[in-house]
């Protein structure tokens, strides 16, 4: 079997244990972004999910940000042009790449270098968000990473979309006991 063959298995094994309808799905995705910090060897990872009525994508979950901290434009940076075009980048000289949005790194304090984004679809072909990985410890982000990524962002979709639909059922079940 391929190494990254066997580093997918790994890294979705770990993933599906997190992703269970009643846990709680801040700390479920936190967890998965440090898992995911540690198969990518990246320095920070983070979760940008769309606000449709701000038009926004907005910092959901990440290691180093707190929730909504960030906030940009659907449209701004690597993440927002991955989010409209619903492809993945990858950016190994960030500050050269005119995508790049630097203002998120003044803000912060954090000096992006290189990054990873992908697309978070959901099951009805929605764009939810992007997925990103940022600062490679070692050379630069490879398509083996991207596969990674983009295993990790079908698993945050699902993720979200059953958080959603169980907090609906909650909803629904109180609603019939009254």
Excluded at 146 to 175: F, H
Aim: overall charge negative; charged content about 25%.
């Amino acid at each position: 079997m391929e190494k990254s063959t066997i580093q997918s298995y790994r890294l979705a094994k770990e993933l599906s244990q997190l992703f269970d309808l009643e846990g709680n799905i801040d700390t479920a995705l936190s967890v998965s972004m440090y898992k995911l910090n540690q198969f990518m060897e990246s320095e920070r990872s983070s979760v940008f999910l769309f606000e449709p009525l701000k038009e926004q994508l907005t910092s959901f979950s990440s290691l180093d940000l707190e929730k909504d901290e960030v906030r940009i434009s659907k449209s701004l940076g690597v993440a927002g042009w991955v989010f409209e075009h619903c492809k993945s980048a990858v950016v190994n000289n960030a500050y050269e790449d005119s995508r790049f949005y630097r203002g998120v790194d003044d803000m912060t304090g954090f000096h992006t270098r290189n990054l990873i984004c992908t697309p978070i679809i959901d099951c009805k072909d929605h764009c939810l968000g992007t997925l990103q990985s940022l600062n490679k410890k070692n050379g630069d982000f490879t398509t083996e990473d991207l596969e990674l990524l983009n295993l990790t962002a079908c698993m945050v979709a699902v993720a979200i979309n059953n958080n959603d639909r169980y907090k609906e059922s909650l909803i629904t079940n109180n609603a019939r006991r009254k």
